[in-house]
Structure formats: C-alpha cells, structure tokens
C-alpha cells in the first residue's frame, strides 16, 4: 500500500467514523467511551476490575465476530487461542524473563502460529465441517495445557509472573482500554474498506466473490490470522488483569459463552461485541450477589434477547413499540 492508497484508506474511516458516531449505536458507544475515560475517579476499585475485565471480553467477541460474523467461518478454536496467547505471554515473562509489556504482543503473535494448523482445512470446508475441526483443535490445546502441567502449571494454573507496571492498577486500567480501542478500531478500519466488503462477499457467496476476481483464500486466511491473533492479545492482556492463567480459560464453556456474546450482540457487526459483553458478561456481574438464581435469569433473558432482537442488540431497534409492532405483522 502506497502513501496515496493509505490516505485514501485513512480518509475512508475518517468518515464513516463521523458518519456512525451520528448513530444511535454511535452516540451509545462514545457515552460508553466517556465514562469509561472518567471511571477511575468516580468508581470503586472493584468496578474497575470488572470494567478491565469487560474491555477484554469486548475484544476477544469482537476478534470472534471479525472472523465468524464477517467472513462466515465459525470457529470454535477462539476460546484456545485466546489461551494460547495468555500462557505465551506469562510464561516468556515468568520463565524467560522477556519484558512483559512485549509479552502481550508476542501472545497475539502465538495465537497466530498455533492457528495456521487449522488454516488450511478452515480454507476449504464450510460450515459445520469448520465448526468440527476447530472444535476438535481447541479440545487438543486445552488437554495440552493439562498434560504439559511441568510447562503450565496444569489444573491449577500458573501464576509466577510479574505484574505489568509493577502491580500499578489505574495505569493498567488505562493501558487495557487503550489497547482494547486501538485493536477495535483496528479491525473497524479493515472492515469499512474494499477488506470488509469482500469478507462480507465471501460470507454471502465465496463463488460468486471468486467470480468477481478476489482472492478467496488468501482473504480467508487474513481475516483468520488477524482475528486470531487478537484473540491472543485478548488473553495476554486477560493474565495480567487476573494474574493468574488455568485450562478452564480454554475450556468448550468459555467459547459458547464468546459465541453467546457475539450472537446476542449482534453478529455482523463489530458493535455487537459491546451489546453482547453488556448483556451476558456485564449482567452476570451485577447478578452475581443472587448465587445461582442468576443463572435462571440470565438463561431467561437469553432467551428473551434471542427472541425478540434476532438479529442482536446492535441492529435491532430498542423501541419497544416497534418491536410489538414488527412481531405483530409477522
């Protein structure tokens, strides 16, 4: 890309920022950005962990949806290499001693080199094949994590890193918001331009896009690369908040929880990673005082969500007026 095709580029999501910040979602999300900025100095400790944990959660569906939602490739690997890529980054912090700022970014890079065996099958199947080898994949690296329990600690998990910024948690509180920004305009980025149409063009129809003179594949294994290296990220940046990483992390429970978020959220686009953060992560928090009885209602309200808003929050109305209406005249 030359200078004139990157500012063309920049130029493009320049304004389709000004044009979605004019959007209801828009105006949610940069509400959403003030408090968050403002957090630290009207919320208590506590809720701004929680807040910590949501940013991450929100790149780690987002990273999801830029893969699943976009190109049509559902994976059930993310949950894995969102693993991956937190065991790399503490273990090169732990073991090797290699700055753990870095180790963030080498998690993301780790996230890629593990899905690349994965790449060339998830290239040439479709659907529920794709759903198998990567589900069968995912339950590889998890039992990895078991049985290797000299490298990662096993079930209990590993924990003898350091912390970044010396334990310093505003600083870290800001550095988490502002990397989880940077990736999600990344990818927003991506996918305003000539990169997202055609990843939607192969979602609809990978013929047709074909016939149109794109390169399938090798878009395929982009978005498959790129979405799973934030992924990785997502992990890294998950370890150091909690201080601590373990196999459940891995586990088949936290992908359908991800899948969950991206579907309720909405999941054609990369807004409905924070509608379904809110609704699944951000309500289980705010339910956790009712012991299990938040487990009933959160199942509830899924199915209500699922219901009545079937194409996710983030592209459904929120009038309820309107939905009457529209349920009516079906």
């Known amino acids: 890309m030359n200078g004139d095709s990157l500012r063309v580029t920049l130029g493009r999501v320049g304004r389709r920022l000004r044009e979605d910040a004019k959007t209801?979602?828009?105006?949610?999300?940069?509400?959403?950005?003030?408090?968050?900025?403002?957090?630290?100095?009207?919320?208590?400790?506590?809720a701004l962990e929680i807040f910590m944990?949501?940013?991450?959660?929100?790149?780690?569906?987002?990273?999801?949806?830029?893969?699943?939602g976009y190109f049509g490739i559902f994976t059930?690997?993310?949950?894995?290499?969102?693993?991956?890529?937190?065991?790399?980054?503490?273990?090169?912090?732990?073991?090797?001693?290699?700055?753990?700022?870095?180790?963030?970014?080498v998690g993301?890079?780790?996230?890629?080199?593990?899905?690349?065996?994965?790449?060339?099958?998830?290239?040439?199947?479709?659907?529920?094949?794709?759903?198998?080898?990567?589900?069968?994949?995912?339950?590889?690296?998890?039992?990895?994590?078991?049985?290797?329990?000299?490298?990662t600690g096993g079930p209990t998990g590993y924990s003898g890193f350091p912390a970044l910024f010396g334990g310093d948690r505003l600083v870290m509180y800001y550095f988490v918001l502002v990397t989880v920004a940077a990736f999600m305009l990344l990818q927003y980025g991506l996918l305003v331009n000539r990169f997202g149409l055609v990843a939607r063009a192969i979602r609809e129809s990978e013929d047709a896009a074909q016939?149109?003179?794109?390169?399938?594949?090798?878009?395929?294994?982009?978005?498959?690369?790129?979405g799973s290296g934030?992924?990785?990220i997502a992990g890294a940046l998950q370890a150091y908040t909690i201080l601590i990483m373990s196999p459940p992390v891995l586990e088949l429970t936290q992908m359908i929880e991800?899948?969950?978020?991206?579907?309720?959220?909405?999941?054609?686009?990369?807004?409905?990673?924070?509608?379904?953060?809110?609704?699944?992560?951000?309500?289980?928090?705010?339910?956790?005082?009712l012991g299990e009885i938040r487990l009933i209602i959160w199942g509830a309200?899924?199915?209500?969500?699922?219901?009545?808003?079937?194409?996710?929050?983030?592209?459904?109305?929120l009038n309820l007026k309107s939905r009457l209406k529209e349920l009516v005249d079906r």
């Open 24 to 46: 209801r979602n828009g105006k949610l999300f940069l509400a959403g950005a003030t408090l968050s900025l403002l957090a630290p100095a009207i919320l208590t400790s506590y």
């Open 53 to 68: 944990q949501l940013f991450i959660v929100v790149l780690l569906v987002g990273s999801w949806i830029f893969i699943a």
């Open 76 to 105: 059930f690997a993310h949950a894995a290499l969102y693993g991956v890529g937190a065991y790399a980054a503490v273990l090169l912090a732990g073991e090797l001693g290699v700055p753990p700022l870095l180790t963030i970014f």
């Open 108 to 151: 993301g890079l780790a996230a890629v080199v593990f899905c690349l065996p994965i790449a060339y099958p998830v290239l040439r199947l479709q659907g529920a094949y794709v759903g198998m080898v990567t589900l069968a994949y995912a339950e590889i690296i998890y039992r990895g994590t078991i049985i290797f329990r000299d490298v």
């Open 211 to 226: 016939m149109l003179g794109n390169n399938v594949s090798r878009y395929k294994l982009t978005g498959f690369v790129i």
């Open 230 to 232: 934030i992924a990785g």
């Open 258 to 289: 991800i899948m969950a978020m991206g579907i309720i959220g909405g999941p054609r686009t990369l807004g409905g990673a924070v509608f379904g953060g809110l609704a699944v992560f951000g309500l289980a928090e705010v339910l956790r005082g």
């Open 301 to 317: 309200m899924l199915v209500i969500v699922t219901l009545y808003f079937p194409d996710g929050i983030a592209e459904s109305t």
